[in-house]
C-alpha cells in the first residue's frame, strides 16, 4: 500500500492537484486503492496487442438481434397506481392532472422531511404544466400515456432556468439555459415535471451518502439507504409521489436503488437514450433510464426517452415502440441463464437475496422459458475492469475542478476521485483492450442464452448513508448491455428482494418480456398468498 501511495502522490502533484496527507489516508482506509493489484492482473492475462474497444467494431455480438417488437397483447387488470393504469383514466377524463399534480406535492409535504428525496420542487411550473394538460386533454389534443402524469427528474439534467448541482457545491449556481433531451422528451410526451431528486455527489456513489445534501432514507426502513447514485428519484417513486422518474446509470445507479426500494429500474443500451444535457461521470459507461412502478410503465417511459439525438453522438438507433414488446406474461421460448460461479469462487450473495432470484428464475421457468445454470468467470473480470475506466474517465472531466477547487468535494467524492490517479498512462488503453476481450467472450456466452438472471445487489439495503458495492450492476455498464431490476419479494425483515436481468444489445424487448414474465407470476404469487 505504501508504493501506491507513493505513486498516486507522484502523480496528483505531477498534475498539480493540491492532495493531503489526510487525504492520502482517507483513500487507504476506504479502500480506493484495493483492486489495484487485480487490474493489473486481468490485464496481464489478456492478449496485449489486441484493438482497444473504442476502435473494436468485432467486440460486438454477432447475433445483435431485432428492434422489431413481437405482437402486442392488450393487457387487464392494470393497477391504477401505475402511469398504464392511470393514463386511461386521465385521457377519459375521470381523472384530473391538476389533482394528480396537487397529490404528488402534498405527499412532498408530508414525507420528504423524513425521505430527503428532492433537491428542488417546481411547485409553480408543475401546476401550470398540469393545467395545460388538463386543457388540452378537453380540447381532444391529448399526447399519449405519459400526458398528465407526474414525474421527477434526476439533478444531474438541465431543465431550463433550475440550478444543475449534480449533487454537488461547485455546480449549485449552475442555471441551465435549455433542457436536457430527456427533460424536453419527457414534457413533448406531456409529463408533469413535479421536481429534481437528490443524489450522491456528480453521481460517484453506489449509494446515497452526499456531504452537501445529505442521505436519502429507504421509504421502507427509514434507517436503511435508498442506494445510489439515483436515490431521490427510486424514493419518489417508491414513496407514491410521482409514477416514474428518471435516473442515471454509470455502474448501477439505476438498478441498485431500484432493488433496494422494491420497484423497476431500467438501463437500456448504451446509445439508446441520449445523455445530452446530463452532467457526465463517465463517457463511456453513463446511461439514462427509467425508475417506475411497473415493468409496463418502464417500456412507456423508455419509449418517450429513446432516439436519436444530434446533441449526443453516442445514440445510434431508431426507437422501436417499446409498448409493443408483448408483455403478455409469458417467456415462452427464451432461454434463461441462471448466474452460478462468477469467477469468486464465493457464493454471489446473502440467502435471502439468492432466495429471491431463484424465484424470479423460477416464475420464467414457469412461464415458458428453458432455464439453465451456467457459470461466468469473466464476470469479475468485467468487475475489475468497469471502475478502472469510470475511474479514468472520470478524472478527465474534473481534473480542473481537482486543481481549482478541490476543497469544494466532499470527503468521499474527493478521495474517490484523487484515488484514480494512481494509474499510469497506459492503463486506460490496457483497460479498453481488455473490456473488446471480455466483450467478444460475453457475446459467445450469449450466443447459448437470450437472457442472464442473477442478482441486482448482493445483500439487502444496507445503513442509512452506506453505499452498496456495484458488484453485479457495474459488469454490464461495462458492455453497455440492456439491464433491468425488478422487485422479487420481501426479505423477512420486509425489505425489498429483486432479481436482475440482461439481455445483449438493442434486445430491450426480449429484456421487457422476461421482466414482465417475473412480475405478472409475482404479482398473481402475492395475490394468492
Given at each position: 500500500m505504501t508504493?501506491?501511495i507513493?505513486?498516486?502522490?507522484?502523480?496528483?502533484?505531477?498534475?498539480?492537484?493540491?492532495?493531503?496527507?489526510?487525504?492520502?489516508?482517507?483513500?487507504?482506509?476506504k479502500?480506493?486503492?484495493?483492486?489495484?493489484?487485480?487490474?493489473?492482473?486481468?490485464?496481464?492475462g489478456?492478449?496485449?496487442d489486441d484493438?482497444?474497444d473504442?476502435l473494436?467494431a468485432?467486440?460486438?455480438?454477432?447475433?445483435?438481434?431485432s428492434?422489431?417488437?413481437?405482437?402486442?397483447?392488450?393487457q387487464?387488470?392494470?393497477?391504477t397506481?401505475?402511469?398504464?393504469g392511470?393514463?386511461?383514466?386521465?385521457?377519459?377524463?375521470?381523472?384530473?392532472?391538476v389533482e394528480?399534480?396537487?397529490?404528488?406535492?402534498?405527499?412532498v409535504?408530508a414525507?420528504?422531511?423524513?425521505?430527503?428525496?428532492?433537491?428542488?420542487?417546481?411547485?409553480?411550473q408543475?401546476?401550470a404544466?398540469?393545467?395545460?394538460?388538463?386543457t388540452?386533454?378537453?380540447?381532444g389534443?391529448?399526447l399519449g400515456?405519459?400526458h398528465?402524469?407526474?414525474?421527477?427528474?434526476?439533478?444531474l439534467?438541465?431543465?431550463?432556468?433550475?440550478?444543475?448541482?449534480?449533487g454537488?457545491?461547485?455546480?449549485?449556481?449552475n442555471?441551465?439555459?435549455?433542457?436536457?433531451?430527456?427533460?424536453?422528451?419527457?414534457?413533448?410526451?406531456?409529463?408533469v415535471?413535479?421536481?429534481?431528486?437528490?443524489?450522491?455527489?456528480f453521481?460517484?456513489s453506489?449509494?446515497?451518502n452526499?456531504a452537501?445534501?445529505?442521505?436519502?432514507?429507504n421509504?421502507?426502513?427509514?434507517?436503511?439507504?435508498?442506494g445510489?447514485s439515483?436515490?431521490?428519484?427510486?424514493?419518489?417513486v417508491?414513496d407514491?409521489i410521482?409514477?416514474?422518474?428518471?435516473?442515471?446509470?454509470?455502474?448501477g445507479?439505476?438498478?441498485?436503488p431500484?432493488?433496494h426500494c422494491?420497484i423497476?429500474?431500467?438501463?437500456?443500451?448504451?446509445g439508446?437514450?441520449s445523455?445530452?444535457?446530463?452532467?457526465?461521470l463517465?463517457w463511456?459507461?453513463d446511461?439514462?433510464?427509467?425508475?417506475?412502478r411497473?415493468?409496463?410503465d418502464?417500456?412507456?417511459?423508455?419509449e418517450a426517452?429513446?432516439?436519436?439525438?444530434?446533441r449526443d453522438?453516442?445514440t445510434?438507433?431508431?426507437?422501436?415502440?417499446f409498448?409493443a414488446a408483448?408483455l403478455?406474461?409469458?417467456?415462452?421460448?427464451?432461454?434463461?441463464g441462471?448466474?452460478?460461479d462468477d469467477?469468486?469462487g464465493?457464493?454471489?450473495?446473502?440467502?435471502?437475496?439468492?432466495?429471491?432470484?431463484?424465484r424470479?428464475a423460477?416464475?420464467l421457468?414457469?412461464?415458458?422459458?428453458?432455464?439453465v445454470?451456467?457459470?461466468?468467470?469473466e464476470?469479475e473480470?468485467?468487475r475489475v475492469?468497469?471502475?478502472v475506466i469510470?475511474a479514468?474517465?472520470?478524472?478527465a472531466?474534473?481534473t480542473?475542478?481537482?486543481?481549482?477547487?478541490?476543497?469544494?468535494?466532499?470527503?468521499?467524492?474527493?478521495q474517490?476521485i484523487l484515488?484514480?490517479?494512481?494509474?499510469g498512462?497506459?492503463?486506460?488503453?490496457e483497460?479498453?483492450q481488455?473490456?473488446?476481450?471480455?466483450?467478444?467472450?460475453?457475446?459467445?456466452i450469449?450466443?447459448?442464452i437470450?437472457?442472464?438472471?442473477?442478482?441486482?445487489?448482493?445483500?439487502l439495503?444496507?445503513?442509512?448513508?452506506?453505499?452498496?458495492?456495484?458488484?453485479?450492476?457495474?459488469?454490464?455498464?461495462?458492455?453497455?448491455?440492456p439491464?433491468?431490476?425488478i422487485?422479487?419479494g420481501?426479505?423477512?425483515?420486509?425489505?425489498?428482494?429483486s432479481?436482475?436481468?440482461?439481455?445483449r444489445?438493442?434486445?430491450e424487448?426480449a429484456?421487457?418480456?422476461?421482466?414482465h414474465?417475473?412480475e405478472?407470476?409475482?404479482?398473481?404469487t402475492?395475490?394468492?398468498s
Open positions: 508504493d501506491l507513493d505513486r498516486l502522490r507522484t502523480n496528483l502533484r505531477a498534475a498539480g492537484i493540491p492532495a493531503t496527507e489526510g487525504d492520502f489516508a482517507g483513500i487507504a482506509e479502500g480506493f486503492l484495493s483492486r489495484v493489484a487485480d487490474v493489473e492482473r486481468v490485464i496481464a489478456l492478449p496485449s484493438l482497444p473504442y473494436d468485432g467486440a460486438l455480438p454477432a447475433h445483435a438481434g428492434d422489431s417488437p413481437p405482437a402486442q397483447t392488450p387487464r387488470g392494470v393497477s397506481d401505475t402511469i398504464a392511470i393514463a386511461g383514466q386521465i385521457h377519459a377524463r375521470d381523472v384530473s392532472p394528480l399534480a396537487q397529490a404528488a406535492l402534498a405527499r409535504a414525507r420528504d422531511p423524513q425521505l430527503n428525496a428532492f433537491q428542488l420542487l417546481l411547485a409553480e408543475a401546476m404544466d398540469a393545467r395545460a394538460a388538463e388540452a386533454i378537453a380540447a389534443q391529448y400515456p405519459l398528465g402524469v407526474p414525474v421527477a427528474v434526476k439533478d439534467l438541465d431543465l431550463a432556468g433550475t440550478p444543475t448541482t449534480a454537488s457545491k461547485i455546480l449549485a449556481g442555471i441551465a439555459t435549455q433542457d436536457a433531451t430527456g427533460v424536453a422528451r419527457l414534457r413533448a410526451a406531456g409529463a415535471i413535479i421536481g429534481k431528486t437528490r443524489m450522491s455527489e453521481a460517484y453506489p449509494g446515497s452526499n452537501h445534501y445529505g442521505p436519502t432514507a421509504p421502507h426502513n427509514l434507517e436503511r439507504d435508498a445510489g439515483s436515490s431521490g428519484s427510486a424514493v419518489a417508491a407514491g410521482v409514477f416514474a422518474a428518471l435516473g442515471s446509470d454509470t455502474g445507479s439505476i438498478r441498485i431500484a432493488a422494491g423497476v429500474g431500467l438501463k437500456a443500451t448504451h439508446r437514450v445523455l445530452a444535457g446530463a452532467v457526465t463517465s463511456s459507461l446511461h439514462l433510464g427509467p425508475l417506475a411497473s415493468v409496463a418502464a417500456a412507456i417511459m423508455l426517452i429513446a432516439g436519436p439525438d444530434p453522438g453516442r445510434l438507433r431508431p426507437a422501436p415502440a409498448r408483448g403478455d406474461g409469458s417467456a415462452r421460448g427464451l432461454r434463461v441462471l448466474l452460478g469467477g469468486t464465493r457464493p454471489l450473495a446473502d440467502a435471502e437475496t439468492l432466495a429471491g432470484v431463484r424470479g423460477e416464475a421457468r414457469a412461464a415458458g422459458a428453458n432455464l445454470e451456467l457459470d461466468i468467470p464476470i473480470a468485467l475492469i468497469s471502475p469510470l479514468l474517465e472520470a478524472a472531466f474534473h480542473p475542478n481537482l486543481r481549482a477547487r478541490l476543497d469544494d468535494y466532499g470527503e468521499f467524492m474527493r474517490r484515488a484514480a490517479f494512481v494509474y498512462p497506459a492503463t486506460f488503453v483497460a479498453q481488455a473490456r473488446a476481450a471480455l466483450r467478444r467472450r460475453m457475446a459467445a450469449f450466443q447459448q437470450d437472457i442472464l438472471a442473477l442478482p441486482s445487489v448482493p445483500d439495503a444496507p445503513p442509512l448513508g452506506v453505499p452498496t458495492p456495484t458488484t453485479f450492476t457495474g459488469p454490464f455498464n461495462c458492455l453497455g448491455w439491464a433491468i431490476s422487485p422479487a420481501r426479505s423477512a425483515s420486509g425489505m425489498p428482494l432479481i436482475q436481468l440482461v439481455a444489445p438493442w434486445e424487448h429484456l421487457l418480456r422476461a421482466a414474465a417475473v405478472s407470476r409475482s404479482d398473481s402475492e395475490r394468492n
